[in-house]
């Protein structure tokens, strides 16, 4: 542990000429110094005590004061719902249960959300609204469960399909995360390499082709002149890429700019298949809990909504609720999404409409898209990688050529 000196605060009592008596606590190098300043102000120290003999700088607590500040995980959530879950069904008090799970989570950001729901339950609020509180870990659509799980009086399912639901949403979103691991790895290999030869290889032989008077191509003109920019301009570069990269996510923290790169996403070849198979499944799984938790059809589209990732989806949801509102039915608001959920989503889900069977239809649809979502995540880095060999290759190849090209050039001179 690692401490900062700082001035020594002391307890003392003084007493001026005319008897007037003062205490308090000051701040001071010494006694010497305490006595002085009182003797300034026309007072005598007559006792003084240590309060704290060292101000200190506790390492561990700034650490826990960041750790504050971190993002509560999707993991600490599900295990939240589920212990709570089960909590509940053991016939624990909801207050109880909560400080039981303040004392077992890590979080000192969790623990205080957790305390602060705590006392919230215990001055008489309902759970539901205690959780509202908190959108940034809690969303609209735990938080409406909630609610439906305290009117009907059976929390402890509801909290049972909430953990499921988000343990789906975790397992999908490991597995596409997994799957990018490996091409990202290759493509920060890439970037190295590419560094090294643009800032050590390149300079030497474009020292030799100006000393032999080579005739440069324009390949290598422009190959010379980025290598010159990353090695002698380097925190022009490096500043530059981070005011691209800053400026990139301002961009796509827009509406514009996240429905562009929302609509670019599902025009790429595989990513396209991915995205809507991965937002089916969400659409199918989230939708099926609402509904089978009681929420009304159109309550539950709205809630889900907010959930989806892609904004053309949920635009598509927030106009399917307004369509089911004005009489049609699911199946007539959504077929005309044809180009975003696959024509086996609409077609069940006329089937589960007409058979009063819409929550078990979505259900194994959910399950269907989960398992296809698996199956691409299985071969995406084969799918991946040729396309990375493609680009190392072209890369490899315009540097090859822009730096054999004027030696031929010279060979053929001499």
Known sequence: MFYVSRFMQFTYSAKSIDGQIKSGKQEAKDKEELAAALR?????????????????????????????????????????????????????????????????????????????????????????ESLNRHPNVFPDLYVSMVKIGETAGNLEEVLNNLAEQMKKDHDIVSRVKGA????????????????????????????????????LPLSTKILITMSDIMKNYWYLAAGGAVVGVYLFRMFLKTSFGKRRLDELILKMPVIKNLS?????????????????????????????????????????????????????????????????????VTQMVAVGEETGSLTKVLIKLADFYEEEVNNITKNLSTIIEPVLMVIIGAAVGFFAISMITPMYNVMNNI
């Open 276 to 344: 809507k198979q991965l937002n089916s499944a969400r659409f199918c799984r989230t939708l099926s809990t609402l509904v089978d938790s009681g929420v009304p059809i159109v309550k539950a589209l709205e809630i889900l909504a907010h959930t989806m990732t892609n904004t053309l989806f949920s635009d598509s949801l927030k106009n399917a609720a307004e369509e089911i509102q004005k009489g049609k039915t699911l199946f007539n608001a959504m077929e005309k999404y044809s180009g975003l959920y696959p024509p086996l």
């Open 40 to 128: 300034s102000q026309g007072f005598f120290l007559m006792s003084v005590e240590d309060g704290s003999e060292k101000k200190r700088f506790d390492i561990s607590a700034l650490l826990a004061k960041l750790n504050f500040f971190q993002k509560i995980s999707l993991v600490e959530r599900i295990m939240f719902t589920r212990n709570l879950a089960v909590m509940i069904g053991a016939g624990l008090a909801l207050n109880r249960a909560l400080t039981v799970l303040k004392m077992q989570t890590t979080s000192k950001k969790f623990q205080a959300i957790i305390g602060q729901i705590s006392d919230d339950i215990q001055a008489g609020k309902p759970f539901s």
């Open 180 to 215: 990018l691991t490996y091409p990202a790895v290759i493509l920060a290999v890439m970037l190295i390499v590419g560094y090294l030869m643009m800032t050590i290889v390149v300079p030497k032989l474009s020292a030799v082709f100006l000393e032999l008077g080579a005739d």
